[in-house]
């Protein structure tokens, strides 16, 4: 299957400090792209869709403020958490589309733990 | 009603026995169905993709989709003590994005 990379996998922060992760598809090229958040034990959380060359748009609920995303070129989209917060910790998982098919392929995940 | 209804469990199942986890929809407009595999602290991996109603079979896993009863179904064969993990299903019609359930998680036990 095509190929989601992320990074970083593991993040520590302090509290006010700003955080970016990064979600590139290895082998195809993405228009759009998922970011999702997931708590321990529970589904993934749709927080926005990703649109090259355009804004994302957000899920209601979501801070868009707070969650910004970029997503600069074809393969790469990114989220930056900014001023984090404890609450904000959490999984965070992206996701892409190639294209040519429904099929949604997941990068790794991101793990946010704030101090 | 939620748009995806998936039993939780957790699902305990011997070494070698054949696991039959399901979700139910009730948004007529998904075409594409999906079955994940998460293993703790990893992102989900894709089993299994299909868009249309029957079986479709890959090794040990099978997806059925029944788009009249708005069913679906993953089966696995002589389970393995590696398929523990939580089992999500995901669905969409075209051009949104997924909706999931809420994973299922199953234990093989050796």
């Known amino acids: 299957g095509a190929v989601v990379s992320q990074h970083p996998s593991w993040v520590i922060c302090k509290s006010g400090t700003s955080v970016k992760i990064e979600c590139r598809s290895l082998?195809?090229?993405?228009?759009?792209m998922f970011w999702y958040r997931q708590f321990p034990k529970q589904s993934l959380m749709l927080m926005a869709t990703s649109n090259e060359g355009s804004k994302a748009t957000y899920e209601q609920g979501v801070e868009k403020d707070k969650f910004l995303i970029n997503h600069a070129s074809l393969t790469l989209s990114t989220l930056t958490v900014t001023s984090a917060h404890p609450e904000d910790s959490s999984f965070y998982i992206c996701?892409?589309?190639?294209?040519?098919?429904?099929?949604?392929?997941f990068g790794e995940g991101s793990r946010l733990t704030v101090l | 009603q939620k748009e995806v209804e998936q039993d939780p469990g957790p699902l305990s199942v011997p070494e070698g026995a054949i696991v039959s986890l399901n979700c139910t929809y009730s948004?007529?407009?998904?075409?594409?169905f999906m079955w994940y595999r998460q293993y703790s602290r990893k992102g989900p991996e894709l089993l299994m993709y299909?868009?249309?109603?029957g079986n479709k079979e890959d090794g040990r896993f099978t997806a059925q989709v029944d788009k009249s009863s708005k069913y679906i179904s993953l089966f696995i064969r002589d389970s393995q003590p590696s398929d523990s993990a939580t089992y999500l299903c995901?669905?969409?019609?075209?051009?949104?994005?997924?909706?999931f359930g809420k994973g299922t998680r199953l234990s093989v036990i050796a």
């Open positions: 995901a669905m969409r019609p075209r051009g949104t994005p997924l909706v």
């Open positions: 082998d195809f090229q993405a228009t759009t």
């Open positions: 996701s892409a589309n190639p294209g040519f098919t429904g099929e949604l392929f």
């Open positions: 299909t868009y249309s109603s």
């Open positions: 948004n007529s407009a998904f075409q594409y």
